[in-house]
């Protein structure tokens, strides 16, 4: 070798950690969401990155340099961004079907089938089509579910059941929603096509409607009189004044349905229905173009209502926070969350900090039941400290994604396992800011509807159920089983 030959540097030595120091980042994680989200109210983002240092600490102990550790973050980024621009599409079909009329229609005809005989059913088919549409839990027990607690009220019926009715149709349509912000998280954390996690959903959602359907029947039958609020007459009256109604106003949620029925690509399924919105919008609804495309950056506003007549300033406070939502702006701050744990679960990778955590948590477990019910137990311990419904999604979604391609098992049992504990429980623990929420909204002590919201708590009977008899486990090819390990 020339003396002027220059000597490529020895790469550092790379060390497994051990279970102790592998566990120090996620126990920090813990500990900053626990304390600083939870009790001094901090934001979510900075705690993350916090988490993320101390997690690059580890792995800068066990020999990995800040360009490897950076090059996990940007892999771990890049394979999410297909998902991260769906939620941007998202945005922008929440407002393009608000500025259409496609929400306001199916909200309307809703509301009008409010028979107080089968309150509690009503309510849990009401909000849950609500929420559907919307892709907002909140949104929608905030404002038909209000006005289901006013008939309960009037007719002195069990105010308990008819909030866990709401609640359960919310979160229902929320989890079957394509403009949710935690399904697309789901699907996004472990890698499973948006339609394709939802349409795997209905195993455990579907049977779990259905049973409280059955319940709220029963114990409701006895239940009759009372009137509908003049509040629900004033939100129909409202929205029939803003908007003209016609079929074709349903032909966005169409054109969504069959692009998820058939299997096509999801953004373009999404951009073709909110050009059809679009359309509704300046056709039938007289709004601008220049309106309608605000509507898809920034958001639907009431007062971009065209319909000669309408008076815009004198809307009910109901209608406006139902309507006034949307746009490709509203998904920044989910998007910043999203950023921040995908980096935090990038870093902690480089190290095999969660290879070791994994291997040691799933020792025991032997058989599919046995991973689902880790997973349900991941979620519930995630939520429950974190009580945040996202960092309760992309967390456990990234750890235990490669056990389940390991197994054979499709990645889509993962996201809906983590969907049935994490999304389903977080409104029914007092704790959680969703708990809250819903308990300050409806008037009603969480513990007091928790019994009723039965769609939230027997998800995860089914989704043991299935994973003892095997019934709605999709398997994976041998072929199926190499190429994602290879991804």
């Known amino acids: 070798m020339s003396p002027t030959t220059p000597t490529t540097p020895a790469k550092a030595e790379r060390r497994t950690p051990s279970l102790l120091l592998a566990a120090v ?24 990155i916090a988490s993320a240092v101390v997690a690059g600490l580890v792995a800068w102990r066990l020999g990995y340099s800040w360009n490897e550790i950076m090059d996990s973050v940007a892999e771990k980024i890049a394979k999410t961004m297909p998902a991260i621009l769906i939620l941007i599409s998202v945005g922008l079909l929440i407002g393009t079907w608000m500025a259409g009329g496609t929400i306001p229609m199916l909200i309307y005809y809703g509301l009008k089938i409010i028979d107080p005989q ?22 929608s027990a905030g404002t038909v579910g209000v006005a289901f607690m006013g008939v309960a009220v009037g007719m002195d019926a069990n105010l308990a059941m008819v909030a866990g009715a709401v609640v359960s149709g919310a979160y229902f349509g929320d989890k079957l929603s394509p403009l949710s912000d935690t399904t697309n998280i789901a699907s996004m954390a472990t890698g499973v096509n948006l339609f394709t996690h939802i349409r795997h959903l209905l195993w455990t959602t579907l049977p779990s409607f259905l049973t409280a359907a ?17 509040k629900v007459g004033a939100i129909l009256g409202t929205l029939d004044s803003a908007f003209n109604w016609n079929l074709l106003l349903l032909l966005p949620v169409i054109i969504v349905l069959g692009g998820s029925m058939w299997k096509k690509p999801t953004i373009p399924v999404i951009l073709v229905s909110s050009a059809v919105a679009m359309f509704n919008a300046v056709v039938f609804q007289g ?15 009431v007062e971009m209502v065209g319909k000669t007549g309408f008076d815009a300033e004198n809307v009910i406070e109901d209608v406006t926070r139902l309507l006034n939502r949307g746009g490709m702006n509203s998904m920044m701050s989910v998007l910043l969350i999203c950023f921040c744990a995908i980096t935090f679960a990038g870093v902690v990778s480089v ?18 039941f046995g991973l689902i019910a880790a997973t349900i137990a991941t979620g519930l311990a995630t939520i429950g400290i974190t009580s945040n419904g996202q ?43 969703a708990g809250a929420y819903m308990a300050g909204t409806l008037g009603v002590a969480t513990l007091s509807y928790l019994p009723w919201a039965v769609c939230n708590w027997i998800a995860i009977g089914f989704a043991l159920l299935w994973g003892a008899t095997g019934i709605g486990i999709a398997r994976l090819s041998e072929e199926e089983k190499a190429a994602l390990q290879e991804a």
């Not at 709220?216 to 009189?225: A, K, P, R, V």
């Not at 709004?287 to 506003?301: E, R, Y």
Request: charged content about 15%; proline content about 6%; overall charge negative.
């Open 214 to 230: 059955v319940v709220y029947l029963l114990f409701g039958l006895g239940m009759s009189g009372g009137q509908v609020p003049e």
């Open 287 to 301: 709004i601008s173009f220049k309106d309608t495309v605000v509507a898809g950056v920034n958001g639907f506003n």
């Open 25 to 48: 980042p996620v126990i920090t994680l813990i500990v900053l969401l626990g304390g600083g989200y939870i009790f001094a109210e901090l934001p979510v983002e900075p705690l993350l």
């Open 118 to 139: 089968y309150l509690a059913v009503i309510a849990l088919v009401v909000t849950a089509i609500v929420s559907l549409c919307t892709g907002t839990s909140w949104g």
């Open 391 to 433: 960092v309760s999604l992309l967390i456990p979604g990234e750890m235990l994604r490669g056990e389940y391609v390991k197994r054979g098992l499709d990645p889509k049992n993962l996201s809906r396992t983590i969907e049935d504990s994490a999304t389903l429980w977080e409104p029914i623990l007092p704790w959680t800011s």
């Open 351 to 368: 190290s095999g900090s969660l290879d070791v955590l994994i291997s040691k948590l799933l020792k025991p477990v032997r058989s599919t």
